[in-house]
């Protein structure tokens, strides 16, 4: 699947003002840092659970735990979905018992993959709760899900494709529109 | 009886060294006359320009399975199937159930045959009593009621002073011994080539050495009664050298080989397809090109089928447990004419010759000519049409055959037992 | 990465990508089986039937465990213990299997050629857990994970399989597995337990394990099934023990940092002594982990293809 470039919508200085913002709305919302962890959805969202923790760090000056998860295996599409590549691995280097999950992913749309979250999450324990954060919600949700914060709202059709691109992986921070080929 | 008219087909009769084209006049159940533009009166013309006319094939080591086996063969449809193949005589090997073991049962196939059959059927008695290998059957009794050889075929007579009895017994009474040559203990359970091939499938393997040994000791025990010995079903390039040898010492030693074994080798065996077991099994590519040298140069004397059909459910099933065999009677000429003649490893007259008067000759039938008076068995061949083999298709109870789905020419027209037609493709 | 076939039959047929994909597949399952909750929804629903045909705890156990810790439903249909097969065919076994509405069939069976024969009567996947002395992919590929984890790599490794290759499925599996992961492989046996033709599988052949031993990165060690003696395969075991046992003394031949692998069951003093087995070069504990996550990754990478009831 091949896609065309539509328009730029977030650019990296709006990417990292989002984030500060998020980071704050964080602290604000859970009165601090007690019991914070982020666990972030591989792989967009993981760079950004850890661009979020380098945030509250340089706000309350003291490390929040972050932890990434691998949903392959939680999907629900498992039948008509081919992986494009071998599953990752999940890495949560902390027991979720008891914390406040604030579970990241780079664009919140249908829902399914933060419920898949959120079942792969109870697998390994009990949070007292779990809040999501998103860069980019698109809307077209099908399940009753809301993120707690969101970066930039961006309605859009759904032939089209909301792409998050990140330096580490991608060599650049954007936020494009395009039109997916199939 | 009415008379036919063969008309301006090709004629091969390699027994009167006729080689070309004329007409074959056929009265009372007898070859009248074969010659260019006959000038007779015939109750039935048959057109036969471009098509080969040849003596109706014979076929010497065939599996009838009745008594015994009816589910696999009967003899109505065993001899169905050859004359769909164009062969009008066949010897029937004697392990069926009760085995061919005394007069009564070769009286039972020769009435059967005679009352339900298609073609001439010529029992091979058992060597030993029950075929089990141990004491000698009433082998001047055999020879009375009409055997025309003795075999335990489907087994091979391990003990040695057995067989060097049967040879001398057998001489005095003038039947060919015809052994199914394999040494069992090296066999050992296997069920294909080994080499390889199967050491890749990861199948029990059945050396060369497991035909070649028996070979040998025969040959030795031939010389040494001076009996007339047949190897059944050759497929080792080791036997052809000792057949080879056997001959430049002037022994009675002759051979047969099936279509499978120059057609086919142990690399033909895809997805444990159990069409392609048979015993012996399927050799290696050096024996393949052994035994179609020993076609070439006459180290193998004829071609037999060793047509043994199976029921499906002993071939649909796991390799190991799957029943040795394969059918042959109805792709012999197709698989001889494609894989022998057209790439050039022996003419079409020697071939004819492999399918008729040589085989006759082992088993001492007068059969396989077109001379005068002799019974009027006569096949028609069509050489250029290619058609596929489909075993669905097959007048033979049995359908385990390799070669289905093959494309191959040289498929029967027109067959003609004692001056009857008895098959004619397409009705 | 796009997974195409519906079963998982030998290592020859499959590509050096295909076994990468397993192997990284199987090692982010190996995470699964660290956690405290140890399952993940994947096959929820389906249901895989173990159809043993030979008995073999080890394999079985394994299967289970990866499917269970898949969430899928489970049916061990062993003959021995079954019904099923009793002058009864391989085709009907199958009709009555498949009459259960089944998803993955894992089978295990003394005739080579079972599985494939399976997977090309039904729609249901068929993986093959070890077929006569044909192959045993889910073997080699735990084995292939093993070494990659051990070495870091596979590709230019020197491997060396000891023991009664005639009769083994693993040495097969192992020997076109490494082979498309660009290893060497040595094979050491008796002439007697050398099958025919099996230099023509690109191995390099020995008959004397200290010249075979020679170099070597992994030592690979084979059951050696003691009542082959009788076949008159080797005349002693004691002489087997003598000539073709791996000890620690032995095992100075090959690579300093040599690992020692066995597919399991050992006859420890016969084709192994428990100095080698227990010793620092061992990953045989490793081997068995290692099974559980490969046979996760193939059950979950084969279940791709969703038969049945889809073909309305
Ligand atoms: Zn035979």
């Known amino acids: 699947m091949t896609s065309k470039v539509k328009a730029v919508v977030m650019e990296a200085k709006d990417i990292e003002r989002a984030l500060t913002r998020i980071a704050h709305e964080i602290l604000e919302r859970n009165k601090g840092i007690k019991d914070l962890v982020l666990i972030g959805i591989k792989s967009r969202g993981e760079v950004l659970a850890e661009r979020l923790a380098v945030k509250i760090k340089s706000i309350e000056g003291t490390e929040v735990p972050c932890g990434a998860l691998d949903i392959t295996f939680y999907r629900d599409d498992t039948d008509t979905h081919q992986p494009d590549k071998a599953p990752e691995q999940t890495e949560l280097p902390f027991d979720v018992t008891g914390k406040k999950v604030i579970l990241v992913d780079d664009v919140l749309y249908t829902g399914r993959s933060a419920r898949a979250a959120i079942d792969e999450i109870i697998d390994f324990g009990r949070p007292t709760a779990i809040q999501l954060a998103v860069l980019v919600d698109r809307g077209h949700r099908e399940f009753p899900i809301h993120a707690d914060y969101v970066g930039k709202n961006i309605p859009s059709s759904a032939k089209e494709e909301v792409l998050v691109r990140v330096k580490e992986r991608d060599g650049k921070d954007e936020v494009v529109i395009a039109e997916s080929e199939k | 009886m009415k008379s036919i008219l063969i008309q301006n087909g090709h004629v091969v009769d390699p027994a009167n060294q006729i080689d070309g084209e004329a007409d074959v006049f056929i009265q009372d159940g007898k070859i009248v006359k074969v010659g260019k533009g006959l000038k007779v009166k015939a109750d039935q013309l048959i057109n036969a320009k471009g098509k080969i006319v040849t003596p109706g094939l014979v076929d010497i080591h065939v599996h009838l399975r009745e008594p015994g086996f009816e589910y696999k063969e009967t003899i109505a449809s065993g001899t169905l199937a050859a004359v769909a193949g164009g062969v009008t005589s066949v010897a029937c090997m004697p392990n069926t159930n009760p085995p061919i073991d005394d007069q009564a049962i070769v009286y039972f196939i020769k009435s059967k045959a005679e009352k339900e059959g298609h073609c001439h059927v010529f029992p091979v008695g058992c060597i030993s009593k029950r075929r089990e290998g141990a004491e000698m059957s009433e082998v001047g009794e055999l020879k009375k009621a009409g055997a025309v050889g003795l075999s335990d075929d489907g087994a091979p007579i391990m003990n040695a002073e057995l067989m060097r009895r049967v040879m001398e017994y057998a001489k005095m009474h003038d039947l060919v011994v015809i052994d199914h040559c394999e040494d069992m203990d090296l066999s050992n359970n296997g069920v294909m080539n080994e080499g390889h091939a199967s050491t890749v499938l990861g199948l029990r393997g059945i050396p060369a050495a497991s035909e070649t040994v028996m070979v040998a000791r025969n040959i030795l025990l031939a010389e040494m009664t001076g009996a007339k010995f047949h190897v059944a079903h050759m497929s080792t390039a080791g036997s052809v050298e000792l057949v080879r040898q056997a001959k430049k010492k002037g022994l009675n030693v002759t051979a047969e080989t099936a279509p499978h074994y120059w057609s086919l080798s142990d690399k033909s065996i895809k997805n444990y397809n159990a069409n392609f077991k048979m015993n012996p099994p399927l050799r290696s590519e050096e024996d393949v090109a052994a035994i179609r040298k020993a076609l070439k140069e006459g180290i193998i004397d004829c071609i037999a089928t060793d047509h043994a059909p199976h029921s499906s459910t002993e071939k649909q099933c796991e390799f190991d447990e799957a029943a040795f065999g394969i059918v042959g009677l109805e792709t012999l000429f197709a698989v001889t004419y494609s894989h022998l003649v057209e790439p050039g490893v022996v003419s079409l007259s020697r071939a004819i010759e492999l399918l008729t008067t040589a085989p006759s000759k082992i088993v001492g039938i007068n059969k396989g000519t077109l001379s005068e008076g002799v019974d009027a068995d006569v096949a028609i061949f069509d050489i250029t049409t290619e058609k596929k083999v489909d075993v669905n298709q097959f007048k033979s109870k049995g359908r385990n055959s390799p070669f289905n789905g093959w494309n191959l020419r040289g498929w029967c027209e027109l067959t003609i037992v004692s001056g009857e037609i008895k098959f004619k493709s397409g009705e | ?312």
């Open chain 3, 1 to 312: 990465m796009t997974w195409k076939s519906k079963d998982l039959l030998t290592l020859e047929e499959l590509s050096a990508s295909e076994i990468q994909t397993i192997l990284d597949t199987a090692s982010s399952f190996k995470e699964v089986s660290t956690r405290s909750v140890k399952k993940v929804p994947a096959l929820r629903g389906r249901t895989v039937v173990l159809f043993f045909q030979e008995p073999s705890t080890r394999t079985r156990v394994s299967f289970e465990l990866a499917a269970k810790r898949l969430s899928a439903d489970i049916l061990n249909v062993q003959t021995a213990s079954s019904s099923l097969v009793k002058g009864e065919t391989l085709i009907d076994t199958l009709k009555t299997l498949e009459s259960m509405t089944i998803d993955a069939l894992v089978v295990r069976h003394k005739c080579s050629g079972v599985p494939l024969m399976l997977a090309n009567m039904t729609n249901a996947t068929v993986i093959n857990a070890g077929d006569g002395f044909h192959e045993h992919p889910t073997q080699g590929l735990l084995d292939l994970l093993t070494i990659r984890e051990q070495k870091g790599k596979i590709e230019g490794l020197t491997v060396t399989i000891i023991g009664d290759i005639t009769h083994s499925r693993v040495a097969r599996s192992n020997i076109h597995g490494l082979q498309k992961m660009g290893a060497k492989v040595r094979v050491c046996a008796p002439t007697t337990l050398m099958p025919m033709g099996i230099e023509k599988m690109g191995v390099e052949v020995y008959h004397d394990l200290d010249k075979a031993l020679k170099d070597t990165d992994v030592v690979y060690v084979l059951r050696l099934q003691l009542e082959r003696q009788k076949k008159n395969l080797f005349p002693t075991i004691r002489e087997y023990s003598i000539l073709y046992g791996v000890t620690n003394e032995r095992l100075k031949r090959a690579k300093k940092d040599a690992i020692v692998m066995h597919p399991g069951p050992m006859n420890r003093g016969v084709e192994i002594s428990s100095g080698v087995a227990d010793g620092p070069a061992s990953v045989i504990d490793e081997q068995v982990t290692n099974g559980v996550a490969v046979r996760m990754a193939v059950l979950y990478l084969l279940k791709g293809e969703k038969t049945q009831g889809e073909n309305a």
